[in-house]
């Protein structure tokens, strides 16, 4: 069965900081990744997906097949990254869906 | 403007009765999608449509009814079978065929009295 795996609930850097927020799947198939992102009231957004391999707001995301993970990095980090982060799995096959993992709170402190 | 428009923003509901959410699209999107978002679960998919007419069960679909008449409107009914209704409900939508890239809603929060 596909899973994501969001291991961190909660992660807290201070501004200028690296950051990494930690993702690994489970699946069979060809995966697919997408990173999502939730700021305080505003809806949830696609942030990032790992077939167009670009760099949003400074983040980047790797899909390391070998180990399975799909990490979201920023060398610098800002007080305005602070938000809800989602990494999602795209299934593939009859019946096709977006599977997300459980979240990681990213507080970037001044 | 363009976008997803779910309705009630907030609902209360007695224990026992169906309430139903609504989400309209004005995005000319194919498939649309309900998630339920709880406090450390992430989102998990109740129901999603391809297209016209056409749904199927998501993860945890249990305790809740869906319809895709129109291509714009995919309403959620939480029925009283559902055991813990008590959730933010959230429902997107995409261009083509499971992209990937969703578009979502506000949400709608249920609340059981």
């Known amino acids: 069965a596909q899973r994501v795996t969001q291991p961190e609930k909660l992660l807290s850097v201070f501004k200028g900081a690296p950051v990494e927020l930690k993702c690994n799947y489970s699946y069979s198939g060809s995966p697919e990744l997408f990173w999502y992102v939730q700021y305080s009231r505003q809806r949830l957004q696609l942030l990032l997906r790992?077939?167009s391999r670009e760099s949003i707001k400074g983040f980047t995301a790797d899909l390391n097949k070998g180990e399975t993970s799909f990490h979201l990095k920023k060398p610098f980090a800002q007080e305005e990254d602070s938000a809800m982060y989602y990494c999602a799995l795209k299934t593939q096959g009859g019946s096709e869906k977006l599977v997300f993992g459980k979240g990681t709170k990213l507080t970037v402190n001044p | 403007d363009g976008g997803i428009t779910q309705s009630p923003k907030y609902l209360f509901r007695k224990e026992g009765q169906n309430v139903t959410l609504s989400c309209e699209q004005n995005l000319n999107h194919d498939a649309m999608y309900w998630y339920r978002q709880d406090p450390g679960q992430g989102l998990r998919l109740i129901y999603y449509s391809q297209i016209v007419n056409d749904f199927q069960k998501g993860d945890i679909a249990e305790g809740y009814s869906v319809s895709r008449e129109k291509k714009e409107s995919f309403p959620l009914t939480v029925t009283s079978a559902q055991k813990n209704p008590t959730a933010f409900y959230l429902c997107?939508?995409?261009?083509?065929?499971?992209?990937?890239?969703?578009?979502f809603g506000e949400g709608s929060r249920l609340t059981v009295l």
């Open positions: 790992h077939i």
């Open positions: 997107a939508s995409s261009f083509e065929r499971n992209t990937g890239e969703l578009f």
